[in-house]
């Protein structure tokens, strides 16, 4: 059973992207809280200052926004459970952990790094695995006030009793289970007073009551940890969904090496918000039949996590830009119409004038043979330009010494058409092949190559419907001046 209201959150350390494993991780998030009524909150993990990127923060929320994945409580926009970053929370976590502290669940230790590389590079030789060796938790009460009071370096540390299981249920993996040996003593706050993530993130998911952890793979064998503190503050554990990992298609973690990670990446390179989110929610999800492609409500209504799997998911771009491809044809004409305006704002063509009417039927004509709005300019530049060279290969293929007499014949039965229409062309270029004792295909490839540089593209009378009689007929009058064949 899912409670009344549940409430999920996404995370995130401001790295400076956002990583397309993490737009799944707030998807599924989304899709979660949306399914359910529920709330989805925002909650920026900030805690390592090491890694500190200026700018990140406000990327992070400017990429979901694009996204259209807009959260209930969270920076900038607030809510009940507040602050919503880490680092304007420090005197909470220092609070909590002064009770662990008391409780001996956690205790001081002022090893220095020294001590500590030298214990690592020991246990390596022999046991093969790293885990601090409790020695501060033998510290008197006398010798940490003394140290404290003398100023020492200090992190705090989980105590971690040794030969116990952990155990959780996940509802992708199931039942879940750690022997404590294998986990160790974990930093819970930092010599610089910061909490690390796995203090904050219990704390905070407590304190502002989530009810469901859904999370990538990685933090798996974080979550032991995570359970020893619920217990040991006596709180209620949250649900936990582990998601798969993301890998490249040679079966390794996704990694930057292999091909865009940032959801911004994908963004300049022309992907539609609804194809990235629909791909990214296939990587680990299916809604139990083999449909593919989903709109964002679409995914609302039929999203659970029982249909989670366990196996990791291969990232395949060929997938995404056929999903852009759907997505593409199916916006609203007005949309494209702006996106392809915009688009053509930064292109060579900037500085023509084209009516909203001309896009629109340029849109029409082109809409199942592109996959990005640019292709719009890229695969027809034509629509923009007369040509200003036309493909070998097709010149070599159709135009013949006879080619241009052809055309010189079509043009004029062309001239006399008034404001004709598809059927209009289709007639006259009819007509001409019967005066002039040949077959259509002879004039239809070299009119197509004539008036548009290209031996492929939409349908013929579309083409020339859209570009406009006097434009035909200059356009192939230029080219039987320029095309000479050899
Ligand atoms: N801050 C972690 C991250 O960067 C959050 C992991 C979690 O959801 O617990 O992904």
Not at 290 to 318: C, H, I, P, T, W
Not at 361 to 390: L, W
Not at 430 to 450: D, F
Request: proline fraction near 4%; hydrophobic fraction near 35%; glycine fraction near 6%.
């Amino acid at each position: 059973m899912i409670s009344d209201c549940p409430r999920v959150r996404f995370a995130p350390s401001p790295t400076g992207y956002l990583h397309v494993g993490g737009l799944r991780t707030a998807l599924y998030n989304y899709l979660f809280a949306k399914r359910n009524n529920g709330k989805f909150i925002l909650r920026i993990e900030d805690t390592d200052r090491a890694r500190f990127v200026e700018g990140a923060v406000e990327n992070l929320i400017s990429t979901l926004k694009w996204c259209g994945l807009d959260y209930d409580e969270g920076p900038a926009k607030g809510g009940e459970y507040g602050p919503y970053v880490q680092s304007e929370r420090l005197a909470i976590y220092k609070e909590k952990c002064e009770e662990l502290i008391a409780q001996k669940k956690a205790y001081y230790c002022f090893c220095t790094p020294e001590r500590l590389t030298e214990l690592r590079e020991r246990q390596q030789k022999t046991t093969n695995q790293s885990k601090y060796d409790k020695h501060c938790l033998n510290l008197s009460k006398e010798e940490i006030a003394d140290n404290l009071a003398k100023g020492l370096p200090y992190v705090v540390r989980l105590n971690v009793e040794p030969d116990v299981i952990i155990a959780f249920d996940d509802i992708v993996r199931g039942h879940v289970e750690f022997n404590s040996n294998t986990v160790d003593d974990q930093v819970l706050l930092k010599s610089d007073g910061y909490p690390t993530y796995h203090l904050a993130n219990v704390i905070d998911d407590h304190m502002m009551k989530i009810t469901h952890v859904i999370r990538g793979e990685e933090w798996l064998s974080s979550t032991p940890k995570h359970v020893l503190l619920y217990d040991f503050f006596g709180w209620e554990k949250p649900v936990f969904a582990h998601l798969p990992l993301l890998l490249n298609p040679d079966k390794s973690k996704l990694s930057k090496r292999q091909g865009d990670v940032a959801v911004e990446d994908y963004r300049t390179k022309g992907f539609l918000k609804e194809a990235l989110l629909n791909f990214v929610a296939l990587l680990g999800w299916n809604a139990g039949d083999d449909k593919e492609y989903f709109s964002l409500q679409e995914m609302v209504e039929s999203f659970s996590l029982e249909r989670v799997n366990k196996s990791g998911a291969v990232f395949n771009v060929e997938k995404l830009t056929w999903l852009n491809f759907e997505h593409l044809r199916n916006l609203p004409d007005a949309e494209v119409l702006q996106a392809l305006r915009d688009a053509l704002a930064d292109s060579e063509f900037k500085d023509g004038v084209y009516t909203d009417e001309y896009l629109l039927h340029v849109i029409t004509a082109m809409k199942e043979r592109v996959s990005f709005i640019k292709e719009y300019i890229e695969k027809s530049p034509y629509f923009f330009k007369a040509p200003e060279s036309f493909d070998a290969d097709v010149i070599k293929k159709r135009w013949r010494e006879d080619t241009p007499k052809h055309l010189a014949k079509l043009v004029e039965n062309f001239s006399a058409l008034v404001n004709p229409v598809k059927e209009d062309y289709e007639q006259a270029l009819h007509k001409t092949a019967e005066e002039l004792e040949i077959g259509n295909g002879k004039l239809i490839h070299t009119i197509r190559l004539s008036v548009s540089g290209m031996g492929v593209g939409p349908g013929l009378y579309d083409l020339l419907v859209i570009l406009g009689k006097d434009e035909v007929i200059s356009r192939i009058n230029k080219a039987v001046q320029t095309i000479k064949i050899q």
